[in-house]
T-cell receptor, first 115, second 112 residues
Framework: GNSVTQMEGPVTLSEEAFLTINCTYT??????LFWYVQYPGEGLQLLLK?????DKGSNKGFEATYRKETTSFHLEKGSVQVSDSAVYFC??????????????FGKGTLLTVNP | DAGVIQSPRHEVTEMGQEVTLRCKPI?????LFWYRQTMMRGLELLIY????????DSGMPEDRFSAKMPNASFSTLKIQPSEPRDSAVYFC??????????FGAGTRLSVL
């Protein structure tokens, strides 16, 4: 079946530091890949997405590139801010072995950015 | 648009009671999803609808859980009878593009 593995948290950084959150996946076919963000007390929000190999998704200074050869979709940001503190979820959209398409999430990575 | 609206935001109930969670999706979205989030199991898809029809309910944990979507602007998730292990945050999400899902703020359920 489909699965998403992302780096264990929590991740704690100082403001303006470089961020990488690793994400790898297992899927049949050609999935679409997503990063969602969840701020405290809120629901998830779509951060960025990529629908085919070598696509780069970007939003709010965050970027991730769909790497089919390494089955990865790592999230990066060059300079984090305190307001980026949240839980980040990697996800893939694909059908699993003949079943219906659905969004499969990783377990989430908590990011805390200190001033 | 106001986004996906869930009610109540918090629900505290006693074991054995019936619980009903409500969701109003974004107008024009024809997919609606119900998720459960816990520390132990993360985010789990319970069921999803397309054009008000249940498509995949394989994530519904057991017969105590049921979901309905009587029209395009309303859905309910019901737990009867509730148990302490049902305590979690329940999210509703809607979409026109399946993968691009818009989440509500969630209902935090505590079953005592």
């Amino acid at each position: 079946g489909n699965s998403v593995t992302q780096m264990e948290g929590p991740v704690t950084l100082s403001e303006e530091a470089f961020l990488t959150i690793n994400c790898t996946y297992t899927a049949t076919g050609y999935p679409s890949l997503f990063w969602y963000v969840q701020y405290p007390g809120e629901g998830l929000q779509l951060l960025l997405k990529a629908t085919k190999a070598d696509d780069k998704g970007s939003n709010k200074g965050f970027e991730a590139t769909y790497r089919k050869e390494t089955t990865s979709f790592h999230l990066e940001k060059g300079s984090v801010q305190v307001s980026d503190s949240a839980v980040y979820f990697c996800a893939l959209w694909s059908a699993a072995g003949g079943s219906n398409y659905k969004l499969t999430f990783g377990k989430g990575t908590l990011l805390t950015v200190n001033p | 648009d106001a986004g996906v609206i869930q009610s109540p935001r918090h629900e505290v109930t006693e074991m054995g009671q019936e619980v009903t969670l409500r969701c109003k999706p974004i107008s024009g979205h024809d997919y609606l999803f119900w998720y459960r989030q816990t520390m132990m199991r993360g985010l789990e898809l319970l069921i999803y609808f397309n054009n008000n029809v249940p498509i995949d309910d394989s994530g519904m944990p057991e017969d105590r859980f049921s979901a309905k979507m009587p029209n395009a602007s309303f859905s309910t998730l019901k737990i009867q009878p509730s148990e302490p292990r049902d305590s979690a945050v329940y999210f509703c999400a809607s979409s026109w593009d399946r993968g691009n899902q818009y989440f509500g703020a969630g209902t935090r359920l505590s079953v005592l």
